[in-house]
């Protein structure tokens, strides 16, 4: 579940990896990223409603973007002006909507 701490209580308690909705840090997870691509799968694939076996494959799909090498402790989502977003979205909702 989401926990709302600051980045400096992040790393007062030594997390590695720091996501927030806030712009003003890095990491930042919006809806931007997921709904246009989760909106086109479900329409195409005809999927009544998100799952749990939905969520984690969009989660898989944007994780997916990013290259071993450019991982770090302050990228590890794409950005959301990436092209590549809503493809792999849609194409993980296919695969696991027809399940």
């Known amino acids: 579940f989401p926990v709302t701490i600051s980045?400096?209580?992040?790393?007062?308690?030594?997390?590695?990896?720091?996501?927030?909705?806030?712009?003003?840090?890095?990491?930042q997870i919006n809806n931007v990223l997921?709904?246009?691509?989760?909106?086109k799968g479900l329409l195409e694939a005809?999927?009544?409603?998100?799952t749990t076996?939905?969520?984690l494959?969009?989660?898989?799909?944007?994780?997916s973007l990013i290259p071993s090498s450019k991982l770090s402790k302050t990228s590890i989502v794409p950005?959301?002006?990436?092209?590549r977003i809503v493809p792999a979205i849609v194409k993980a909702i296919k695969k696991v909507g027809k399940k």
Do not use: C
Not at 8 to 27: C, L, M, W
Not at 34 to 39: K, Q, W
């Open 7 to 27: 980045l400096e209580e992040a790393q007062k308690a030594h997390i590695a990896v720091f996501a927030t909705g806030r712009s003003d840090y890095p990491n």
């Open 53 to 55: 076996a939905i969520e």
């Open 79 to 83: 950005d959301p002006f990436d092209k």
């Open 46 to 50: 005809r999927v009544p409603q998100v």
């Open 34 to 39: 997921v709904f246009p691509g989760l909106f």
């Open 57 to 63: 494959a969009v989660a898989h799909a944007l994780a």
